[in-house]
């Protein structure tokens, strides 16, 4: 059974700050890594993708990968009310579905 | 560019009935994937399309659920005999499966089977 863990939260952060998610995955197989928000009654959106170990940046986002480890986090620097959702971190292997965490929520606090 | 579109938004249905689910996909887009999502819980994978051809449909539930993708663009999830656990949101997710492995989700259809 493929498994992706996330702490479900709710994680609360003070505006301005750094928010730090993480996931863990067990399928060593596991070749590309994903972050998407998802707001209360919409749909996943996706915010970041990573492939090799290392971090990867786009804005205030960072997402790291460290494959030895099977952990995924993703950092979102100058938090903002508007980033409060909940996170879901998904794992897929050669293209095919992703396998997704139970996700955090996230609120920043102004 | 437009996103991948779902069809209905929103449907109730009494326990029994059948009713089916519409996904049009990212335009060029090779793959479409459906998912399940409970509340508060992560999408779970149902079901996955390159093209026309159905390449994995192990995370469909039971047979009474039943998806297709005649033309290679829209597809359709059918569910026949709606229970009240067939109650979630299904979201349909498209990528173009040869530039990048990223999918796009669409809005969503939120069905409650009453």
């Known amino acids: 059974q493929k498994e992706v863990e996330q702490n479900s939260g709710p994680l609360s952060v003070p505006e301005g700050a750094i928010a730090s998610l993480n996931c863990t995955y067990s399928?060593?197989?596991?070749?590309?890594f994903f972050w998407y928000r998802q707001y209360s009654g919409k749909s996943p959106e996706l915010i970041m993708s990573i492939y090799s170990n290392g971090d990867k940046e786009d804005g205030r986002f960072t997402a790291q990968l460290n494959k030895a480890s099977q952990y995924v986090s993703l950092l979102i620097r100058d938090s903002q009310p508007s980033d409060s959702a909940t996170y879901l971190c998904?794992?897929?292997?050669?293209?095919?579905?992703?396998?997704f965490g139970g996700g955090t929520r996230l609120m920043v606090k102004p | 560019g437009a996103g991948v579109s779902q069809s209905p938004r929103y449907k109730v249905a009494k326990r029994g009935q059948d009713v089916a689910l519409r996904c049009d996909p990212i335009s060029g887009h090779v793959s479409l994937f459906w998912y399940q999502q409970a509340l508060g819980q992560g999408p779970e994978f149902l079901t996955y399309f390159q093209n026309e051809a159905q390449l994995d449909k192990s995370g469909l539930p039971s047979d009474r659920f039943f998806a297709e993708r005649p033309e290679g663009s829209v597809s359709t999830l059918k569910i026949q005999r709606t229970q009240q656990e067939d109650s979630a949101v299904y979201l349909c997710?498209?990528?173009?499966?040869?530039?990048?492995?990223?999918?796009?989700f669409g809005p969503g259809t939120r069905l409650t089977v009453t």
């Open positions: 399928d060593r197989g596991s070749q590309s």
């Open positions: 997710a498209s990528t173009s499966g040869t530039v990048s492995y990223e999918q796009y």
């Open positions: 998904a794992v897929s292997s050669a293209g095919n579905m992703l396998t």
